[in-house]
């Protein structure tokens, strides 16, 4: 309990004996007067001979009577802030910090600035104003320090609190500003009175002699009571002693183990001779406090800097310089001059730690006194260069890491830069991420698996859904279990859903992570985090190939966007982590919006996955635009690192419609569509024409060898195409290759090197319809074949024509169509008890089209079965053919039964509908309906929804017609039936006018039921609502969907044609029903790889494979495009009108400051030339009263002359 637990900790101060004041007999000591003694005993009252009042004697401890929050009003929206009234000397700063932490939910700062100046308001230059006011939020703010002021609104704490309010509330909230001010001295301080209130708080401009107001910019109050009313001094000891224990709490640093004390640093601003003493204090307390004097601010902060800059080596002054100061000293403070030599003795004992005392003077170095703030700590905390750089982590402070840390010739300790990244990573820190990669720091060396484990299970940084993502794999999680890479691994495969397969949970990463385990090194987590890398005699870079993808990967699911955009501006393969980065972001939002976290959450994740695919989109961009033949082969080579996916099927896990819809993809794409066949005009009439006509092929135009080595293709395609080329050299022998680590072996330096050489012969060649440019090529690589271009065998050129997606798409078109009319012309006839040609022809041709879906299933990349099952689910039309093939099947299995025939004929009469509407996947294709067909389906899914309302409507009206035209049915679920029935057909217009009143006959009034009249009324509301409300917002629904969905159907139109062209690619050559000739034909070739113990592959996708050479040069390709977006992109923005009128605003800003301070001179001058005439009106004055007294004296001697001549005579 918050109240009980203030009450019995805190205690105020309250005077018990009433000792008469020297200045003042009818007050006490204590600054009350007698009448607040009236409760004291009289024995109390008279003091002993002599006694002087103390705070220690004279005062009894009580529990506190005022704590709660303050609000101060006179602002639009009053702030607040906590107080507690305590004891000066009996409170604990144990208990205080307990408070603060607690209570009042603070956590322990990074950094103490504790600020001393003068007490009475004062003015301080304008530009000196603003560059300590902007300094020192900065300086709290980057650093995460408490401001500790002595909390009134006077003096230097005034200052401090317009610093604070220079910035928005938000801001605002972040700095921490903790006023100690003594209790008697706030003024209105009876207000304040209460236990846990709320209390209004009015700040008067004009307070009372020696009271002060409370600065209303300050967060946190401890007001310090020692029984007096009027003084200060009181709060002193306990702000110094609350300062040394804050300092001696041990800080977190980045790795979460406890480190140094709280730094602590006093800053000086004007002040007078107390100041001067405390300064003394700071810099000779043990440990030593390092502090900060403002030059220019006034009195003790100049007198200081002056001694501090004059002061030799040896710790003396120069007599004529000390004259002067103590001459500046009696001015400056009135003092005598026996006073202002004491002080003077002081001031060299401060400048004797001169090392401890940093003097900010404007116009020399750095501009900016948070700099000198936190570089006076570097230098008076005497910590080594790993500390340091602890330090500014801590602070997050990269500037002062890179101009004071980083410097020429510092040596660092083994290990200790690889820890200060981990630091770096753990705490989010991009900035000294990068400032470590600069100074030599590797990644490669860096990145381990216990380093990378530890990451994951780092509870500093933002809040993430990688906790409830674990619980979705995992279902029993123990208390305190630690995420394995094996687990993340299985997290990437959930969220990336199809055919793809983490590194992490591959069996050659699996036996090295088990091996590590059992060598071990994982046993001690603190041990393989700090300790140099060890990889069981393995390298570590041979684990991770690319650290700044699983680093990306790390940040991604850690949700540090931050980090996760630098980490992929590093490294290779920028453009497909882009892609995973904004696959992965979509799937954890979904997550996050099935698990019924907060929205904000979703949208912040949504909001991430568009960034990534922005950067994916303006690299392809920036790639296409230098050079369009690379940036197609970065779409299509195979990605290791990736699953063995490439970019182009990132993309469409990722639905990134924008990047598939880009002109390069586009044209990729096509390229695709054609195969080998090289057309550009009337291609589908030439296509046509050569499934009709065979003969008609060897007239097609056809890409050459060399461009079909260039082609993307599937790993089994790939594959076949070496097994060819082999036989056709005797050097070559590919049975040798061991297929079961083709994907690790098969481009190995170790290989053959004919086998290279016919690889490399497919990225030398050109490629004519705009794929690979020959000069390009031919910078990189230099072959024999670089300009040869070999035609294709007949026999290939078959294959090459009936293998490719076009043709594919016809050849399956035609023979679906006649399988419609054989099934249009079998549901019109009359069913004969025996099944027809017709009827077995399409029994035959369905049970094909079953097997190749079984055959679809089997052969999907995932490896196991219910991932196939889904991956195959995922295609609507998939799900759509199933059902038609099942109820054909039902059809069929009905109409060999006589009862059952004619069941059999209407399930084949509805079943035949499916068959129809499977027609819009062929329209699909189609550039002009395809688009049309999406917008379709946007409106289908609108309707769905409202035919929700459209039901409950229709319901009701139609329940209360039954019920009341027909009220002595019999149960039957026929008036189901009739209770839709009437009211449905009232939606299209027809009304039954016949039926609306029938009572209205007298003829037949005494057959109407009771209650007949409500029915008609109803019918006009329903008919109000239905076909007036309902059907005009369907259909301004439609209009809304179909304005919104038309710009972006085309768009939709060509991300969807990558995925029906790896259909079409995909699916066997001869279509329904000779598609099981195929089937014979793959299961046979299956069932010699058995035999000969080879592996099978279900990689499907549609890539190019290039070797270790090839990619290294695409790398840098990419690499160099990367670059060169960047430098585009910071020109950009360097431009841009905001960054424009940042930079005029600041000149302004620096013009002002300038302009400022040439009136401040001028001011000064003005000052200065009305002194002087003053001085020299006065000096006229006294030359003309000496001219006069010379001349009385004159004339005084010549009367004088005068009588002696007189007497003389």
Known sequence: NQKSWIEKTFYKRECCKFIKSPRDNSKCCCGRPSSHHASVPRSLEEPGVNERWHPYGHTEAQPTDAYGTVEFQGAPHPSKAQYVRLSSFDTKAEHVLQLLQRHWGLTLPKLLITVHGGILNFDLQPKLKRVFRKGLLKAAKTTGAWIITG???????????????????????????????????????????????????????????????????????????NGTVGKYGGEIIFRKRLERFIAQQKISIASGVKGRGVPVICVVLEGGANTIRSVLEYVTDTPPVPVVVCDGSGRAADLLAFTHKYTLEDGTMPEGLRDQLVLTIQKTFQYTQEQAEKLFIELMLCVKKRELITVFRMGEGAQDIDLAILTALLKGTNANAPDQLSLALTWDRVDIARSHIFVYGQEWPEGSLEQAMMDALINDRVDFVKLLLENGVSMHTFLTIPRLEELYNTRQGPSNTLRYLIRD??????????????????????????????????????????????????GNLQSMVTAVPLMIDTKANELFQYPFHDLMIWAVLMKRQKMALFMWQHGEEAMAKSLLACKLYKAMAQEAEEDDLEVDISDELMKYAKEFQTNALELLEHCYKIDDDYTMQLLTYELKNFSDQTCLSLAVQAVHKEFLAHTCCQILINDMWMGGLQMRKNSNLKVLMGLLLPPSIICLDFKSKEELQLMPQ???????????????????????????????????????????????????????????????????????????KSPLRLGKKIYEFYNAPITKFWFYTMTYFMFLMLFTFHVLVKTYPNPTWQEYSLIVYTSVMAMEKIRQVIASEPVRFRYKLKVFSSQYWNIWDSFAIITFFIAVGLRFHDDTRKAARIVYTLNIVFWY???????????????????????????SYFLVIMLLVVASFGIIRQAVHFQNEEPSWFLVRSMFFYPYWMIYGELFADEIDTCTDKDRHDECVYGSWVAPLCMFVFLLVANILLVNLLIARFNATFIRTNPLTRQIWKYQRYQLILNYELRPILPPPITFISHIYLSIKYLVRRCRGKRDFFDNGLKL???????????????????????????????????????INERVENVTMRMDDVNQKENSIKLSLQTMDYRMSKLEDLMIQNSETLNMLEYSWLGEVVVISVHLV
Not at 176 to 202: M, S, T
Not at 490 to 506: D, I, N, P, Q, T
Request: proline share 3%.
């Open 151 to 225: 909390g009134t609104n006077t003096g230097v704490t005034r200052h401090v609190g317009d610093a604070i309010s220079d910035r928005t509330t938000k801001t605002k909230n972040k700095v921490v500003a903790i006023g100690i001010a003594p209790w008697g001295i706030v003024e209105n301080k009876e207000d304040l009175l209460g236990r846990d209130n709320v209390v209004p708080y009015h700040c008067v401009s004009s307070p009372k002699t020696n009271s002060a107001v409370l600065n209303s910019n300050h967060s946190y109050f401890l007001l310090v009571d």
């Open 473 to 522: 794999i995992r279902k029993h999680i123990p208390t305190g279990y630690r995420y394995t890479l094996l687990d993340i691994g299985m997290v990437l495969e959930h969220l990336m859903g199809g055919a793809f397969r983490s590194v992490y949970c591959r069996k050659k990463f699996r036996q090295k992570y088990h091996a590590l385990k059992r060598n071990g090194t994982a």
């Open 714 to 788: 599937t790993m089994e395609e790939h594959l076949d195409e070496l097994e060819d080329q082999a036989s056709e050299n005797e050097d070559v022998s590919f049975s040798s290759i061991d297929e079961d680590n083709v994907h690790e072996s098969l481009f190995c330096d170790d290989m053959n090197p004919e086998k290279n050489s016919l690889q490399s012969s497919g990225q030398t060649a050109g490629k004519e319809n705009g794929f690979v440019n020959t000069d390009m090529s031919f910078e990189y690589t230099a072959t024999p074949y670089k300009k040869k």
């Open 917 to 943: 509407i499977r027609i819009l996947e062929i329209l699909t294709v189609n550039k002009y309906l395809g688009p049309y067909l999406k917008i379709i389906g946007k409106l289908l899914r609108d309707m």
């Open 1105 to 1143: 494979f290039l070797s270790a050479e090839d990619k290294e040069k695409l790398h840098d390709f990419e690499e160099e495009c990367m670059e060169d977006l960047f430098r585009c992109k910071e020109i950009k923005f360097q431009s841009s009108s905001e960054e424009r009128i940042r930079n």
